[in-house]
């Protein structure tokens, strides 16, 4: 069983829809929590940003992190064709010199 | 916003050839990494630096060598590539303390015939 798990979709969803993206892991000792998306021959670019538990919201994204479930979300809302990529769950525990585990990563599809 | 960049961003080569691919950041980051990623996969580690000097291979093997000189340098290098080195490979960089992730490059998309 992999560390991170992520449901790599893809999920298509109308404009405007709310989006949710969930990564659920099995490590009690992640502290540091992140999102990447990802385009189509690019490279990950960091999304969000939170440490331990609780709410972290940027403009139309949201991050949460419920440590006790070990599950972790970000939401999108008023969702657009170019939120459509791949988004990556990260996650890394204290002082482990930034390596990170990462989740497979989810296809989004935002259809006009 | 990161700054941390990849050439060539495209390479055809044909098998044999050394290659090296490289990777520099301008953001004073101690920490560099390369990953391995195929269309539609997962992100492998193949190699990570903690510093001048310091390299360390990651959870994929692979063929592929990397030096650490210049705390903004981490080329990789292929001594002799093979088809199935084709893939997408990133760079990344990080800073620990409070903030502990990574910024990625482009990407280098390497073809090998």
């Known amino acids: 069983q992999k560390e991170v798990e992520q449901d790599p979709g893809p999920l298509s969803v109308p404009e405007g829809a709310i989006v949710s993206l969930n990564c659920t892991y099995s490590n009690s000792a992640f502290q540091y929590f992140m999102w990447y998306r990802q385009y189509s021959r690019k490279g990950p670019e960091l999304l969000m940003y939170t440490y331990s538990s609780g709410n972290k919201e940027d403009g139309r994204f949201t991050a949460q992190v419920d440590k006790s479930s070990k599950y972790i979300s970000l939401f999108i809302r008023d969702s657009q064709p170019s939120d459509s990529a791949t988004y990556l769950c990260?996650?890394?525990?204290?002082?482990?010199?930034?390596?990170?585990?990462f989740g497979g990563g989810t296809r989004l599809m935002v259809k006009p | 916003e990161a700054d941390i960049y990849q050439t060539p961003r495209y390479l055809v080569i044909g098998t044999g050839k050394k290659i090296t691919l490289e990777c520099s950041q301008t953001?004073?980051?101690?920490?560099m990494y390369w990953y391995q990623q195929d269309p539609g996969m997962e992100l492998h580690l193949i190699h990570y630096s903690y510093g001048v000097n310091s390299t360390e291979k990651g959870d994929l093997s692979s063929e592929s060598t990397v030096s650490r000189i210049r705390t903004e340098h981490f080329p990789l290098t292929l001594e002799s590539a093979r088809p199935s080195h084709t893939s997408q490979y990133l760079c990344?960089?990080?800073?620990?303390?409070?903030?502990?992730?990574?910024?990625f490059g482009p990407g280098t998309r390497l073809l090998v015939l």
């Open positions: 953001m004073g980051h101690d920490k």
């Open positions: 990344a960089s990080g800073l620990a303390g409070a903030q502990e992730t990574q910024y």
């Open positions: 990260a996650m890394s525990v204290h002082n482990a010199g930034n390596m990170l585990t």
